[in-house]
């Protein structure tokens, strides 16, 4: 990662802050996520008129109507992860591209897909402006999954579907770990798919509300 990006002193304090009161405060623990979380400039990965509301405790509006998650649930999500450093990961729904930055400290190489062309043009300009070079952006239907670098070890949807979508479960590895929201728009379960000994388990680990994850095996 780069260092030449600017922020001021305040900025620093407010994401220690973030970190310390809205993500270790509610539980996650692991050293690793809480260090990124705390090295990411999350102000850089949204709108610059939002900037001085970068590290409050909520989600923030970005551009083409979609938004930028809570800090809690991108550590909360990220952290059931468990991943190691040597993983490769799918997110779907790339957004900002914050969520993916975060990946890319904690995973060997980050593949992020985005439905949004203009989404995923910003996020690469930011992600590549800040020196972090193991993620990819590519435009598509995530819903599909990303086949040509399958199998992930991680697969983190940062979109609420009406069901986790078989083909993204095809595409986890042995030991892998899925992360989705699922259910109707209004309110979605967290959702934690793991395949050990080519057997699938899922687990739901409480109610989130994502944008909708719209395509072929998502919302129309
Ligand atoms: N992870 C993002 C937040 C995601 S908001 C961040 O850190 O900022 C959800 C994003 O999912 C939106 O940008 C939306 O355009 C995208 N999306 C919705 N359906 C999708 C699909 N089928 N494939 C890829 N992206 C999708």
Redesign the pocket.
């Given at each position: 990662m780069k260092s030449d990006w600017k922020e001021t002193e305040r900025q620093a304090e407010q994401r220690r802050l973030m970190v310390e009161r809205q993500i270790r405060a509610r539980g996650v623990r692991d050293e690793r996520v809480l260090e990124a979380m705390r090295t990411i400039p999350r102000h850089l990965?949204v709108p610059p008129a939002l900037r001085p509301r970068a590290y409050e405790d909520s989600p923030l509006p970005?551009s083409?109507g979609?938004?930028?998650?809570q800090p809690y649930i991108?550590a909360w999500m990220t952290d059931l992860l468990r991943l190691k450093g040597e993983e490769v990961v799918l997110?779907?729904?790339?957004?900002?591209?914050?969520?993916?930055a975060i990946l890319t400290r904690l995973a060997a190489k980050v593949y992020t897909?985005?439905?949004?062309s203009a989404?995923a043009e910003s996020a690469r300009t930011i992600l590549s402006e800040l020196g972090l070079d193991n993620v990819e952006v590519v435009v598509?239907?995530?819903?599909r999954g990303l086949p040509e670098h399958a199998p992930y070890k991680g697969i983190i949807v940062?979109?609420g579907g009406p069901r986790v979508p078989d083909v993204l479960v095809e595409q986890l590895d042995e030991g892998g770990r899925l992360v989705m929201p699922v259910g109707p728009s209004s309110l979605q379960m967290l959702t934690v798919v793991e395949k050990r000994g080519g057997r699938i388990f899922t687990e739901q680990k409480g109610s989130c509300v994502?944008?909708?994850?719209?395509?072929q095996h998502?919302w129309e």
């Open positions: 990965f970005t083409e979609q938004t930028i998650s991108v997110e779907v729904g790339t957004g900002s591209g914050y969520q993916a897909i985005e439905r949004i989404l598509g239907d995530g819903t940062t979109a994502f944008v909708p994850l719209i395509g998502g």
